[in-house]
């Protein structure tokens, strides 16, 4: 079983623009992702959620999020389609923005996906 204490060995991580911080969750297993997620600092991403997905589900806090492209919002989706079954991840606090391309995409639908308000 997970606990929020398997965060702990995640350390918080900035790109050297300052564009994309990642911070572990304190209250639950996952990530807080703030700033702008894009092809520039989606690579800061990608092994921080690749550590996430090996400890079944998780969260992603996007609340901070100012910006997130397509690729950004597919590696988040490529994460959750990729974990085993009864696993998830939890978007948390996700923009109207965020929640219309999901739709648009029809990632929304994505299993292994869950989207949480606010």
Known sequence: MTTPDATRDLTPCTNTEQLLRITPLVELVGLRIEGE???VTLPVLLPALAA???RGSFSIDVSGLV???VG???ALVTAAA???PGHALTMRSPSPQVRRL???TGWHKVA????QAP
């Open 37 to 39: 997620l894009d092809y």
């Open 52 to 54: 996430m997905s090996g």
């Open 67 to 69: 910006f997130c492209d």
């Open 72 to 74: 950004g919002l597919r």
């Open 82 to 84: 990729g974990l085993r």
């Open 102 to 104: 999901l739709k648009l």
């Open 112 to 115: 292994g996906l869950r989207l």
